[in-house]
DNA sequence: CCTCGAATGTACTCTGCAGTACAAAGCTGA
DNA sequence: TCAGCTTTGTACTGCAGAGTACATTCGAGG
């Protein structure tokens, strides 16, 4: 950020450019985005990207880090609230859901990774820091779904945060590049049939 | 492919072409790599590539192309042989090794998928079909070390090879984010605790 | 040795986009 | 109402890189 907006109506205008770059870059992806299509998508010119950042760069970093910050937000309430195998069974279910209408599927965060250029540390901190922070949102949680007896018997519940967390992500992925949601459905199946504890009356859906 | 070349050198070329291009690609990235540097890396300039290829667009398609069978060919002895979950633990050790190095974790294949543009169809089918192949190949290892019971009970190992693809993709992802592939080794870890069978002299994994 | 098509190297154009300059308009407080 | 800012819009510059034209060299067959 080169100048901090001193007014509201500049703080409103810097929180518009920010919104729709966020949607471009999750949409088409940061390298594909132009400075032009930001400032037209949020109402202004050009001009007043160059006054509050320094350059797309910078730009980048702001939206880069706004976006883990919305999905972290977003995560927290569902992930404060885990505690049972069948809420990890809700968060998949969830999971598949945030996609399931999308063509090309994307994480907001994770399609980011690759389209960082060499000179964006800043940016690639914020996302590697947004990671971490997921991870550990979701290990929090499925602690205390073994702390209920409901995690695979011995499993770590980092070690199941972990894989988790590159299931979604793999099977984003794969979709992504299938058009077909089926591989993140997959994955995640896996995942529950493999990382939960066997449940009384439900089936736990392997080989399902 | 623009013009087949006709003769052994031409034949060459296009070679080295193609070589320099994969390369270029899987380290850079695509759209970070310019037809300059394709060109003065594979010892030609860039009018051979005019002559050999109708523009970007259709390198990129040969390029993917080539890059899976790479991919595919460097695997089948792996996943051929493998049947035993002793095998899948192995196959997952060559998986953490093969990024052991990198500074930012690659997929020689997955990091294409969010790089193509708008208007590469081609690309896309060949990718998804790369990925298609390769997790039928998984599955059919898989379903050897289920036969031999080694795959934890219940689970199909067409789910288990998307699972085993997702945990792999998306462990690299991470790592790349991150710069350190121990997302990668957790999530490969959590794979190998949760779907393979307890075995007998040796602990699974879990918890370690 | 000559010829002709294939292969190679170079120099140019054209376009898209980042970045800059600056003029105009709008607030806000004295 | 005026002064001095912040904000906004537009027009220009510069450059990187895709694509093209064309001159030169190579090499196989007569």
Redesign the pocket.
């Known amino acids: 950020m080169r100048?901090e907006?001193?007014?509201?109506?500049?703080?409103?205008?810097v929180q518009r450019v920010l919104d729709a770059a966020c949607d471009l870059f999750a949409r088409q992806g940061i390298r594909a985005?132009?400075?032009?299509q930001v400032?037209s998508r949020s109402?202004?010119?050009?001009?007043?990207?160059?006054?509050y950042f320094a350059?797309?760069?910078d730009l980048v970093t702001a939206v880069v880090t706004q976006q883990v910050q919305h999905l972290l937000d977003a995560q927290q309430p569902l992930l404060e609230s885990m505690s049972t195998a069948a809420d990890v069974r809700a968060w998949c279910a969830a999971a598949e859901q945030w996609h399931a209408t999308d063509d090309r599927a994307r994480c907001p965060i994770g399609s980011l990774v690759h389209e960082l250029g060499e000179h964006d540390d800043a940016a690639r901190t914020a996302l590697a820091d947004g990671f971490g922070r997921w991870r550990s949102a979701l290990a929090d949680a499925l602690r205390r779904v073994r702390d209920r007896g409901e995690l695979a018997a011995g499993l770590d519940p980092e070690h199941a945060a972990a894989g988790l967390l590159a299931a979604y992500q793999g099977g984003v992925l794969l979709a992504g590049a299938t058009g077909d949601i089926a591989p993140l459905r997959l994955a995640l199946a896996t995942f529950e049939a493999t990382a939960l504890a066997e449940q009384d009356g439900r089936p736990d859906g392997r080989s399902r």
């Open positions: 100048t907006p001193s007014t509201a109506k500049g703080r409103a205008t985005t132009t400075l032009d400032g109402g202004t010119g050009r001009g007043q990207l160059y006054l350059g797309k760069s």
